[in-house]
């Protein structure tokens, strides 16, 4: 199964840079995905790890670490529209490697302030 | 090119009820995922559908079924409905072996169960 932690809420002010946070107990990973969800809406994926280090996408990066179980997601130059859920999930292979699924977290809100 | 499509967008029922919901997969796509997200969590996989067949299936019970058509769009049908099964039901499409590829999800059929 899969245990996966991230902070429930964190506020942060426009401009500025935002890290969230997530830490996974898995028994089978095969990458780490994050996915930014606004209220009512789909969840879009903004990114995804399966190696360790770092991934950048625009104003977006993404951390993993697989010994540590440990992932970030920073978001800089901080915007209103950024407001949102901000989702990790971990992808748990089966089947031989040809089917997946995804496991989520609750959830990191965001709400950017002016 | 069409994303994930469901339907309906908004439904209500009363407890005892059945309820069938739909979704066609992004193009390109053969493996269609459906899960469910309470308000406030993060979404929890209910089963997936790969050539017609329920390939993996998540920690709920029979009342929830599915099935995959030929043209690859699905259906989720849940029987004896409960106040619980209230939710924010998504379907999400992929394709097989596109291992690094995201789950892509439609805008959900939000369900009330009164």
């Known amino acids: 199964g899969q245990n996966i932690d991230q902070p429930t809420e964190m506020t942060a002010t426009e401009g500025a840079i935002v890290q969230i946070n997530c830490t996974y107990q898995?028994?089978?990973?095969?990458?780490l995905f994050w996915y930014q969800q606004h209220a009512g809406e789909a969840p879009t994926f903004l990114s995804y790890?399966?190696?360790?280090g770092l991934e950048e996408k625009g104003r977006f990066s993404s951390f993993l670490s697989r010994s540590k179980g440990y992932s970030y997601l920073l978001l800089k130059e901080l915007q209103m529209k950024d407001s949102a859920s901000y989702l990790c999930?971990?992808?748990?292979?089966?089947?031989?490697?040809?089917?997946?699924?995804?496991?989520f977290g609750a959830g990191t809100t965001v709400t950017v302030r002016a | 090119d069409a994303g994930v499509t469901q339907s309906p967008t908004h439904l209500i029922k009363t407890r005892g009820q059945q309820v069938t919901l739909r979704c066609s997969p992004k193009?390109?796509?053969?493996?269609v995922s459906w899960y469910q997200q309470a308000l406030g969590q993060g979404p929890q996989f209910i089963f997936q559908?790969?050539?017609?067949?329920?390939?993996q299936r998540g920690n709920f019970p029979d009342r929830f079924s599915g099935h995959q058509f030929p043209n690859y769009s699905s259906e989720l049908n849940v029987n004896a409905l409960l106040l619980g099964d209230s939710a924010l039901y998504l379907c999400?499409?992929?394709?097989?072996?596109?291992?690094?590829?995201?789950?892509?999800f439609g805008n959900g059929t939000r369900l009330t169960v009164t």
């Open positions: 999400a499409s992929s394709r097989q072996g596109a291992h690094r590829s995201p789950l892509h």
């Open positions: 898995t028994s089978g990973f095969n990458g």
């Open positions: 790890n399966v190696l360790d």
């Open positions: 999930a971990v992808r748990d292979m089966a089947w031989g490697g040809n089917d997946y699924k995804l496991s």
């Open positions: 193009s390109g796509h053969d493996t």
């Open positions: 559908y790969y050539e017609e067949e329920e390939r």
